[in-house]
C-alpha cells in the first residue's frame, strides 16, 4: 500500500478506482481491496475510543438532525485543489457549483464531500465539477476536429501533388515548344511561328487556371513553402501573360520576315533581324511589366522553386535588355546594316596591357562594311600615326589634360583613346584613318581581348600557324601575355594583329551558329564592363548607341538633374606592357545626405604594381619600361606610369584629396576641368610590389536623380587572376 508521500505526488500516480457493483471483494482490485480495509480498521479503532468530534472546516450537523453515522478519520493528504488559493484546510464540496474550488482526497478522505457523500460502509463517493464535464467535452470536441484537420490536409495534399504533377508535364510541353520556336528563329523557319505560339498560348492559359484554383491559393497560405507556391503562380501568372500579349502578335510579324538564318556565312538577313528588333520594340511594355513582377517574386525555400526563380529572373534582365535595346535601334537598324546603301565601319581591337582611359593602345585595327548585311572584313593592321599637318587639332583642355605627356593623341589612332569621352575619342579617331587611309567610315567599334574571349566561347576559336589554340578559355592570356613572352619582341605586334583577325573572322562565320540567348548575354556582359564600345557618325544611330549604354561617352556637365556618373581612369604614358600585372578596385560608400540636399560619397581607389621580383628579374624587354639612369645608361625596369584621373559628375565636386604611396604622401594632385566637368589628376609611378591607395569624396548636387554611379577602365586583372 502506498504511503501518505505517494498520496501528495511524490511517488507514481495510481490509476483510477472504481465502485463495484457486488459486495466489497467481487471483482476488486488490489487498490480497492486495500481501501475497504482501511475502512474496516478506522470503523474498529471508532468504536473503541469513542466517537470524533466534528472534521476541521467542515460543517457539522444541522439543528435538531441526527448525527452523521460512520467515524471520521483526520485527513492524510490534499490531491488537488481547484480554482482560488490554496488552504491547508479542506473545503466540503456542498454540492460545489461550476467554478467553486473542490478538495479531492484519497483513501477514505473527503473528495468534496457533503453530507450524502459517504456509503455505509464509510467510502467516500466521487464528486465531479461541471467544469471537469465541459473540459472533457472540448477536449473531445478538439481531438475531432484535428482528426477531420488532418484527413482533409491528406486529402488536399494528394490533391495538390495530383495537379502540381499535371502542370510540371505541360510546363516541360510548354518548354519544349519555347525552344522549338527559339530554333526556328535562329535558323530563318518563321512560317509556322503563329501555330506553336498558340499552341504556346493555350498551355500557358491552361496551367494558370489550374494553378488559379482554391487548392493552390490554399496552399500559398501554408507557412513556409506557401512562398514557394505564391512564386510558383506568380511565374505562371507572367508567362501566360507573355505568351498571349507578346509571343503571339511576335510570331504574326515574323512569318511575314524574309526566310532564312539571322546570321550566316557572313552575312545578316536584314530583313529577319529587323522584324525580330521590331517585334521586341512593340511588345517593350508587355515585356518590361512582365520583367518587374519576376523580379519581384520574393524568398523561396524549395530548392528546385528556387533555382526557378533565379533562372527566370536572370532570363527576363536579359530579354529586358534586349526589349530596351531594340526600342532604341528600331528606327535606324535597317541603315547600320547596309540596307539603305554600303557601311563602312573601323573596327579596333584595344590591348589592355598598355592602358588607355577607355580600355588600351589600338593595337590591331581593320574596316567591316555592309552592304544589304552582306559583310565583307578587310585586312587588320596596327596603329596609323599621321603627319603633323593632318593631325587632328585638339582642345586646350584635352591638350592639357591627355596629351602633355606623349603628344600623340591627335595624331596616332591607338592613343586616341587616352580621351576617357569615346564619342570624341572615336570621331577623332574616324578622321585619322580617313586622313592617313583615304577611307571615310561610318563608325567605329572598340572591343578588348577580354571580350574577343567571350565570344571565341560561343562559336569556337582559331589556331595559329604555330599550333597554338586561341579560344573561349584563353583569348585573352594569349593576346595580353604569351605573345609577348613566347614570340621574339619584332613578332609580337604582328602575332597580335593576326590573332585578332582570325578572331574576327571567325565570329563571323560562326556567329550564325551561335545559341542566340547566350549571344545577347555575352554583349551585355561586354558593354557592362566596358569591353565593347560602339561610335555612330550619324547623329541619330550615336542617340540609338547611347540609348542602348554602349557609348562610353562622359556625362553632359549640364544635366545636373539626371543619374550622376563620375569616374576612376588610367592612362599608361611609360609606353610598356606593364599593364598585365594592374590591379585597379574602386570602392564607393553609400551616400550621405547634408543638410542643403547635396549627397557626398567617401571613395577608395586602390592600384597595385603586382609583378613580383622574381618576374622582374625575366621581363622581356617589349614589357618594362627603359629608364634613363643617373650615370646615363638605359636599364628595363617593372614601372607602371599613370596619370590617374578622377572625374566628379556633373555638377558635382571633388575634395578632400589624400594619396598614399607605400603607406607614403607621395603624389601631387592638380585640379581641371574638362567639358564643364572637374577633374582632379596626377602622375603615379609603381615599380614592382608597390601600391598606392588615393581617398576622396565627391558631393553630387541636390537635383541629381538616384544613387551615384562609377565608371572605371576595364584592366586585365580577372584574366591575370583566371577569374574570367
Known amino acids: 500500500m502506498a504511503d501518505s508521500n505517494d498520496m501528495n505526488g511524490s511517488g507514481p500516480q495510481r490509476p483510477p478506482r472504481r465502485r463495484t457493483a457486488a459486495g466489497p471483494g467481487a471483482g476488486a482490485s488490489q487498490d480497492t481491496m486495500q481501501f475497504i480495509a482501511l475502512a474496516a480498521k478506522s470503523r474498529e479503532q471508532a468504536q473503541t475510543q469513542g466517537a470524533p468530534g466534528p472534521r476541521p472546516g467542515a460543517a457539522g450537523p444541522a439543528q435538531g438532525a441526527a448525527p452523521q453515522d460512520g467515524p471520521y478519520t483526520e485527513p492524510v493528504g490534499r490531491i488537488e485543489t481547484e480554482r482560488g488559493n490554496a488552504s491547508s484546510e479542506p473545503t466540503a464540496f456542498q454540492g460545489a457549483p461550476s467554478g467553486e474550488r473542490a478538495e479531492f482526497y484519497d483513501f477514505g478522505l473527503p473528495y468534496g464531500e457533503d453530507a450524502g457523500s459517504r456509503t455505509d460502509d464509510g467510502l467516500v463517493k466521487r464528486r465531479h465539477s461541471r467544469r471537469d464535464r465541459r473540459?472533457?467535452?472540448?477536449?473531445?470536441?478538439?481531438?475531432?476536429?484535428?482528426?477531420?484537420?488532418?484527413?482533409?490536409?491528406?486529402?488536399?495534399?494528394?490533391?495538390?501533388?495530383?495537379?502540381?504533377?499535371?502542370?510540371?508535364?505541360?510546363?516541360?510541353?510548354?518548354?519544349?515548344?519555347?525552344?522549338?520556336?527559339?530554333?526556328?528563329?535562329?535558323?530563318?523557319?518563321?512560317?509556322?511561328?503563329?501555330?506553336?505560339?498558340?499552341?504556346?498560348?493555350?498551355?500557358?492559359a491552361d496551367i494558370e487556371a489550374e494553378t488559379s484554383g482554391p487548392l493552390w491559393a490554399a496552399a500559398s497560405v501554408i507557412p513556409v513553402v506557401g512562398s514557394d507556391v505564391s512564386a510558383a503562380r506568380e511565374l505562371v501568372s507572367v508567362l501566360s501573360e507573355v505568351s498571349a500579349d507578346a509571343l503571339v502578335p511576335m510570331a504574326e510579324q515574323l512569318a511575314g520576315?524574309?526566310?532564312?538564318?539571322?546570321?550566316?556565312?557572313?552575312?545578316?538577313?536584314?530583313?529577319?533581324?529587323?522584324?525580330?528588333?521590331?517585334?521586341?520594340?512593340?511588345?517593350?511594355?508587355?515585356?518590361?511589366?512582365?520583367?518587374?513582377?519576376?523580379?519581384?517574386?520574393?524568398?523561396?525555400?524549395?530548392?528546385?522553386?528556387?533555382?526557378?526563380?533565379?533562372?527566370?529572373?536572370?532570363?527576363?534582365?536579359?530579354?529586358?535588355?534586349?526589349v530596351k535595346a531594340s526600342e532604341s535601334l528600331s528606327p535606324v537598324l535597317p541603315a547600320m546594316l547596309g540596307a539603305q546603301g554600303t557601311r563602312s565601319y573601323l573596327v579596333m581591337a584595344q590591348n589592355n596591357v598598355e592602358i588607355r582611359a577607355n580600355g588600351g593602345l589600338g593595337g590591331s585595327q581593320g574596316v567591316i562594311t555592309i552592304t544589304d548585311g552582306q559583310m565583307e572584313i578587310g585586312d587588320f593592321r596596327g596603329s596609323l600615326r599621321v603627319s603633323d599637318d593632318q593631325q587632328v587639332l585638339l582642345t586646350d583642355e584635352e591638350n592639357n589634360l591627355f596629351n602633355k605627356m606623349t603628344g600623340n593623341v591627335g595624331k596616332v589612332t591607338g592613343d586616341?583613346?587616352?580621351?576617357?569621352?569615346?564619342?570624341?575619342?572615336?570621331?577623332?579617331?574616324?578622321?585619322?584613318?580617313?586622313?592617313?587611309?583615304?577611307?571615310?567610315?561610318d563608325g567605329v567599334i572598340a572591343l578588348d581581348p577580354v571580350f574577343l574571349q567571350y565570344l571565341l566561347g560561343l562559336v569556337g576559336g582559331v589556331t595559329l600557324p604555330d599550333g597554338t589554340a586561341v579560344d573561349g578559355t584563353n583569348a585573352a592570356t594569349v593576346l595580353m601575355h604569351d605573345v609577348y613572352w613566347n614570340y621574339p619582341q619584332e613578332e609580337s605586334d604582328a602575332i597580335f594583329a593576326s590573332v585578332a583577325q582570325a578572331a574576327f573572322d571567325r565570329i563571323l562565320s560562326g556567329i550564325g551558329e551561335a545559341d542566340m540567348a547566350g549571344l545577347v548575354q555575352v554583349f551585355a556582359r561586354g558593354c557592362d564592363e566596358g569591353r565593347f564600345i560602339v561610335w555612330m557618325e550619324d547623329a541619330d544611330e550615336e542617340q540609338a548607341i547611347e540609348d542602348m549604354g554602349i557609348a562610353n561617352e562622359l556625362p553632359d556637365a549640364g544635366d545636373v538633374d539626371g543619374v550622376p556618373e563620375a569616374g576612376v581612369y588610367l592612362n599608361n604614358v611609360g609606353y610598356s606592357k606593364m599593364d598585365w600585372y594592374l590591379d585597379l578596385n574602386v570602392d564607393v560608400s553609400s551616400g550621405m545626405k547634408r543638410g542643403d540636399g547635396t549627397t557626398t560619397y567617401d571613395v577608395t581607389v586602390d592600384i597595385a604594381n603586382t609583378c613580383t621580383e622574381a618576374e622582374a628579374a625575366n621581363l622581356p624587354g617589349y614589357v618594362g619600361v627603359n629608364k634613363w639612369m643617373d650615370d646615363g645608361s638605359i636599364q628595363l625596369v617593372p614601372l607602371e606610369r599613370y596619370i590617374v584621373y578622377l572625374f566628379a559628375p556633373a555638377g558635382g565636386t571633388i575634395s578632400d584629396v589624400n594619396v598614399q604611396v607605400n603607406g607614403q604622401a607621395d603624389m601631387t594632385m592638380k585640379e581641371g576641368t574638362y567639358n564643364g566637368l572637374n577633374v582632379t589628376y596626377g602622375m603615379l609611378d609603381l615599380y614592382d610590389e608597390e601600391s598606392c591607395t588615393v581617398t576622396y569624396t565627391i558631393t553630387v548636387p541636390s537635383d541629381a536623380a538616384g544613387e551615384l554611379q562609377m565608371r572605371v577602365t576595364p584592366t586585365c586583372q580577372d584574366a591575370r587572376e583566371g577569374n574570367l
Open 135 to 204: 473540459r472533457r467535452r472540448i477536449r473531445r470536441t478538439v481531438i475531432a476536429v484535428v482528426v477531420l484537420l488532418v484527413v482533409a490536409l491528406g486529402v488536399s495534399g494528394a490533391l495538390l501533388a495530383r495537379s502540381a504533377l499535371s502542370v510540371r508535364d505541360r510546363a516541360g510541353e510548354a518548354v519544349g515548344i519555347v525552344n522549338s520556336v527559339k530554333d526556328k528563329v535562329t535558323s530563318g523557319e518563321f512560317s509556322t511561328l503563329p501555330d506553336d505560339a498558340a499552341r504556346l498560348q493555350a498551355l500557358c
Open 257 to 322: 520576315a524574309t526566310p532564312g538564318r539571322l546570321f550566316a556565312d557572313g552575312s545578316i538577313n536584314v530583313s529577319a533581324v529587323c522584324a525580330v528588333v521590331d517585334a521586341l520594340a512593340d511588345s517593350a511594355e508587355v515585356l518590361g511589366s512582365a520583367n518587374g513582377r519576376v523580379q519581384a517574386i520574393g524568398d523561396t525555400h524549395v530548392a528546385q522553386v528556387t533555382e526557378l526563380v533565379e533562372t527566370a529572373k536572370d532570363g527576363f534582365a536579359v530579354l529586358d535588355g534586349a
Open 416 to 441: 586616341a583613346t587616352m580621351i576617357p569621352d569615346f564619342p570624341r575619342a572615336a570621331s577623332i579617331i574616324g578622321q585619322l584613318w580617313e586622313a592617313g587611309m583615304g577611307q571615310h567610315v
